[in-house]
């Protein structure tokens, strides 16, 4: 009953309709980009789109499970969706039915509503839905729906995942690193957005719970729930409120506030080269298995440019000094919401000591040789919990795969890309 | 009263105990980047480094009132700093002297905390303060303290706030634009931090109160709250909580959850030259000014690379499908919580037509000639509310002003960023 989907090739240059799905130029796309879909943002407050889309022939749904997409079992490498005919019973008919307002006034926090996301349109199908907005949009749609089976949609859910899971299908398992890189970008999204609603049922300003909108990008405040109502013991004094289901003000509902919208935190990852220009700093955690090194990383904090982030981890965590910054590339990375901004850096002459004094966060840095390192890109890569490739000989430097931005920049070094003057 | 802070110069090149906050290779440092000060985040969760720090005599503490610091009257161009003794009314003798273990022991909700930030030291004054951790740190601490007069302290607030109104400083008013570089830079990562900590008193995993811990870096959610035991009535009966101060479980105390610190918000912010490279589109808000216009910009959204970001942006405001992708330079933007990421990006021939009608956020985009920018670059820059200079011809085009990212990125691209095959 699963509906795998057809290859369908990005379409020959200049083809406009898909645009906004290719690369270009110098630009290093990195694993878990590169999604194939038009997310046409501005369409999830229009209700009749996303109840239209719900519903079209064409559309396809990826039901994720405590977070694990539906794959195809063959090689865990393409994502496995199903119609809507299949969702039906675990999100009711039209989920969509009701415009924001309108959800507002009937929002209960005591109902379970399953958590959806429109994840963007497909306009490489031209028989998909076609929607006369302001403008016309053709494709075939694309949502997430999370069957964790829970509240009231327990059964419903688990009489879903029985039946998929009699198919050619199964729910991923671990960090899905296996996927193809189209698949692997449009988990992504529905990955962080599923992530990002459930880890914020609550309003952080005051703590009242939470309604999910916009096609599962916004989460609303609302001034009523109905769960109160009925809460509310029979009460004929004055000071009973006027409306029963009012809740307490929020500063969120008078203004816009970040905390209505998804979360991502802007992270630095930086391949530090010595002054020179010959050797590459790397460092190692304790939990890592033995030789793997990888290349510095943290959280860039509030009110710092990129530059200055990666020049503050490096210092806390190896002590080093850098000058020259270079931002290189960027990676979405969905474990649970990061943007990992890739630079390439360069110590300073009198800064290249390496000191893990002072944030004692990592097990062991040090300087590598541009040859080792070539090395090991080409014998020593692999997953973190899989075995090195066949010529890998014990004790050699093993460094991450391809698809994490730390290996594009180690080879982006050893290629040279520290020594061309017009980069750095 | 109020403590004014020397003119420090930065130190001249090579000296590695200010590297991290100076300037190199190519780079652009944006206002509100480049703080002298060193973090020292390593320590924040050292409580007695805290501690000393708080009381040493070459400490300088930021009042803020709804977020605005106190800056020296003259012309608004710096900070004012008070000291200790000034603050322990507000602050009490020792906030710092309990640690993390101990503060959620006596967390009670109801007791008011003013919120204080731990922003970090300035190496450049040998005779600061002089801490052993495992390595020696030296420099003058710098603190900011909300003293928004509320709860338990709002007279010991009003009574300081009178207090140094009446020396020659005062709370700052709108925008910051006019401070100096470094006080800039300095003031933006109090505002994000002291907002974060506004946004978020509630835990968005559980709806209950949280405590703020790390010199202001992080809000923790406690699992006892001293106030539900005040609250509890007198029970006999077995249902009674063991400890009727225990609060429900919330996942953020069995792991590690972003909710728990503090969130920057990527942003792209681009400008866009047609394929021939001789024009650049440029967008304005029906808010602004007449003839004022400025570069498109938006927020990056979950699992999208910068370059798709910029993609996506330009199509959904403009309707133009951009191809090369660079990126050019970050700027903090403490209003609320956005790290801008400049890029400059290039249409492709056939994605040249703008059009409005996708994300109808823009009252008007249009290309602009080089020569037309450049002359606008002489005469049209200005602060959103202020007057253009005196050359300025009424209709002319007007620009923002070299403060913000987008006059740097609009520079650049008149001055042939886009042109040179190396940088796209």
Same mark, same amino acid.
């Given at each position: 009953?699963? %509906?795998?989907?057809? #290859?369908?090739?990005? $379409?020959?240059?200049? =083809?406009?309709?898909?645009?906004?799905s290719?690369?270009?130029?110098?630009?290093v796309?990195?694993?878990?980009?590169g999604?194939?879909?038009?997310?046409?943002?501005?369409l999830?407050?229009?209700?009749?789109?996303?109840?239209?889309?719900?519903?079209?022939?064409?559309?396809?749904?990826?039901?994720?499970?405590?977070?694990?997409?539906?794959?195809?079992?063959?090689?865990? %490498?393409k994502l496995a969706?199903?119609?809507?005919e299949?969702?039906? $019973?675990?999100?009711?008919?039209?989920?969509?039915?009701l415009g924001?307002?309108?959800m507002?006034?009937?929002?209960n926090?005591?109902?379970?509503?399953?958590?959806?996301?429109f994840?963007?349109?497909?306009e490489?199908? %031209?028989?998909?839905?076609?929607?006369?907005?302001?403008?016309?949009? +053709?494709?075939?749609?694309?949502?997430?729906?999370?069957?964790?089976?829970?509240g009231?949609v327990k059964e419903?859910?688990?009489?879903?995942i029985?039946?998929v899971?009699?198919? =050619?299908v199964?729910?991923g398992?671990?960090?899905?690193?296996e996927l193809e890189?189209?698949d692997?970008? +449009?988990?992504? &999204?529905?990955?962080?957005?599923?992530d990002?609603?459930?880890r914020?049922?609550?309003?952080?300003?005051?703590?009242?719970?939470?309604?999910?909108?916009?096609?599962?990008?916004?989460?609303?405040c609302?001034?009523?729930?109905?769960?109160?109502?009925?809460?509310?013991?029979?009460?004929?004094?004055?000071?009973?409120?006027?409306?029963?289901?009012?809740?307490?003000p929020?500063?969120?509902?008078?203004?816009?506030?970040?905390?209505?919208?998804?979360r991502?935190?802007?992270t630095?990852?930086?391949?530090?080269?010595?002054?020179?220009?010959?050797?590459?700093?790397?460092?190692r955690?304790?939990? @890592?298995?033995?030789? @793997?090194?990888?290349?510095?990383?943290?959280?860039?904090e509030?009110?710092?440019?990129?530059?200055?982030?990666?020049?503050?981890?490096?210092y806390?965590?190896?002590?080093?000094?850098?000058?020259?910054?270079? +931002?290189h590339?960027?990676q979405?990375?969905?474990?649970?919401?990061?943007?990992?901004?890739?630079?390439?850096?360069?110590?300073?002459p009198?800064?290249?000591?390496?000191?893990?004094?002072?944030?004692p966060?990592?097990? #062991?840095?040090k @300087?590598? #040789?541009?040859?080792?390192v070539? #090395?090991?890109?080409?014998?020593?890569t692999?997953?973190?919990g899989?075995?090195?490739?066949?010529?890998?000989k &014990?004790?050699?430097?093993?460094? $991450?795969?391809s698809t994490a931005?730390?290996?594009?920049?180690?080879?982006?070094?050893?290629?040279?890309?520290a020594?061309?003057?017009?980069k750095?």
């Amino acid at each position: 009953m699963s %509906k795998k989907q057809p #290859d369908l090739p990005l $379409p020959a240059h200049p =083809d406009v309709d898909s645009m906004l799905s290719r690369k270009f130029g110098r630009e290093v796309a990195n694993y878990f980009a590169g999604s194939p879909l038009n997310r046409l943002g501005f369409l999830r407050s229009d209700h009749v789109f996303l109840s239209r889309a719900l519903r079209h022939p064409s559309t396809s749904f990826m039901l994720c499970k405590d977070l694990q997409p539906l794959v195809q079992s063959a090689e865990n %490498k393409k994502l496995a969706y199903v119609g809507y005919e299949d969702v039906k $019973p675990v999100i009711g008919e039209d989920p969509y039915a009701l415009g924001e307002k309108e959800m507002h006034e009937q929002y209960n926090s005591e109902k379970t509503v399953p958590q959806m996301i429109f994840l963007g349109i497909d306009e490489r199908v %031209k028989d998909g839905l076609d929607y006369q907005g302001k403008n016309r949009y +053709i494709g075939a749609p694309y949502f997430a729906v999370d069957v964790t089976p829970r509240g009231s949609v327990k059964e419903a859910c688990e009489k879903l995942i029985g039946k998929v899971e009699q198919g =050619d299908v199964q729910f991923g398992k671990g960090r899905l690193m296996e996927l193809e890189a189209s698949d692997a970008a +449009i988990y992504a &999204e529905a990955r962080q957005l599923l992530d990002w609603n459930a880890r914020n049922p609550f309003c952080a300003q005051c703590g009242q719970p939470t309604m999910s909108v916009n096609g599962g990008f916004k989460r609303a405040c609302p001034s009523t729930d109905l769960a109160r109502k009925a809460a509310a013991p029979m009460s004929t004094t004055a000071a009973a409120p006027a409306n029963p289901s009012e809740r307490p003000p929020c500063a969120t509902r008078t203004g816009v506030s970040n905390l209505s919208f998804p979360r991502t935190d802007p992270t630095v990852i930086m391949a530090v080269v010595n002054h020179a220009g010959d050797k590459i700093l790397l460092g190692r955690q304790r939990r @890592w298995p033995p030789y @793997w090194y990888s290349t510095l990383a943290g959280f860039a904090e509030p009110a710092e440019s990129i530059e200055e982030a990666v020049r503050r981890e490096v210092y806390e965590e190896a002590g080093i000094f850098v000058g020259r910054v270079v +931002i290189h590339s960027t990676q979405p990375w969905p474990y649970p919401a990061n943007l990992m901004i890739g630079a390439v850096g360069q110590a300073v002459p009198e800064g290249e000591t390496i000191d893990l004094g002072n944030d004692p966060e990592l097990d #062991d840095a040090k @300087w590598f #040789d541009f040859a080792e390192v070539r #090395d090991a890109l080409r014998v020593g890569t692999s997953g973190l919990g899989d075995a090195a490739g066949p010529e890998y000989k &014990e004790g050699g430097l093993r460094l $991450p795969p391809s698809t994490a931005i730390a290996n594009q920049l180690i080879t982006s070094v050893v290629n040279g890309f520290a020594s061309v003057e017009a980069k750095m």
